[in-house]
């Protein structure tokens, strides 16, 4: 303090800061802003300093630092940077606490769940990475294990990755996503998926079915659809006929009513609303654009070739 510093006494300086003088007694007390001296009625004076480091202890605590650390912060025992580093962490793991406690309140709520389905969507919510890993990775054994074919591309794009600092929609996407992936019946039809995966393309790579009979689908029966055309007419089984010729020939084979079942056979089971669900989900959690819809298409070449199949 120089001589020009003025003095303020605690009601001077509660008017100044804007702090009630109970609150800057308290403070005082605690040792976190020091009074220079007293005036003859004894009562305390502060310098411009004791001000200074007010206004930084009121921007602390509107922070929700402790009074503890600002003690060290503005005695300069601890850095600035480093404590607001600290607390930044601090804060960012409160934020996913408090995201994981919406969601799993938002999907209690929204479901009218009850108390064991409560607990259960709350445990998912909280899993850690290696947990989350680990019951992806029970799912996608369940669906590929075993099998010979080329899965490990698909298996890596049917993966989750709940980032690090996950938005309330992305934790709710997660929990509903791991509650499928325990669902019996949607596993026996992946698996399904993966076994006529291997069986029909053993040698042409796996991954063709899922590249180009989708593909071939939607180019084909999608204008169909888009025109109105009548699943049960003829102009419909042409559409199918062209649809099983790109898949015969991914094959190598010639088209017959037997390839035609099969066909038929995979659409009915790779048409599953829980499928494209699931894939709606992942996107979500990975931050990938929204997957379009082959439900549609897939439903319209489904009627198409079952009426087909009966001529």
Request: contains cysteine; hydrophobic residues 45%.
């Amino acid at each position: 303090m120089n001589d020009d510093d003025p003095l303020y006494t605690i009601g001077e300086l509660a008017r100044r800061t804007g702090l009630p003088v109970k609150t800057i007694r308290f403070y005082s007390d605690r040792g976190i802003v020091s009074a220079i001296d007293r005036n003859p009625a004894g009562h305390r004076r502060y310098d411009s300093t004791a001000a200074a480091s007010l206004d930084l202890v009121r921007t602390l605590r509107d922070l929700g630092l402790d009074l503890a650390t600002i003690g060290k912060v503005v005695h300069g025992k601890a850095s600035l940077p480093e404590v607001a580093a600290t607390h930044a962490a601090a804060l960012t793991a409160q934020i996913r606490t408090l995201c994981v406690r919406h969601a799993v309140l938002t999907v209690v709520a929204e479901r009218g769940s009850t108390p064991q389905e409560m607990s259960l969507v709350h445990k998912l919510a909280k899993l850690s990475e290696d947990e989350r890993r680990d019951l992806i990775g029970k799912f996608l054994d369940s669906v590929f294990g075993g099998i010979n074919g080329e899965f490990a591309g698909i298996m890596r794009t049917m993966t989750p990755e709940l980032p690090d600092h996950p938005d309330a929609g992305q934790v709710e996407a997660w929990v509903e996503l791991s509650e499928l992936t325990q669902d019996p019946d949607f596993r026996a039809g992946a698996r399904r998926i993966a076994e006529h995966h291997a069986a029909e393309f053993a040698g042409s790579g796996t991954t063709w079915l899922r590249r180009n009979t989708a593909a071939a689908i939607r180019a084909e029966a999608g204008p169909a659809l888009a025109a109105g055309v009548d699943p049960a007419t003829p102009e419909a089984d042409a559409v199918v006929a062209a649809v099983v010729a790109r898949y015969a020939a991914g094959l190598g084979r010639s088209d017959d009513v037997a390839l035609r079942r099969r066909l038929l056979a995979w659409l009915e089971t790779v048409n599953d609303p829980r499928r494209e669900r699931y894939f709606q989900l992942l996107a979500l959690i990975n931050g990938w654009a929204a997957p379009e819809s082959l439900a549609p298409v897939f439903d319209w070449t489904i009627r198409a070739a079952r009426q087909d199949s009966r001529s």
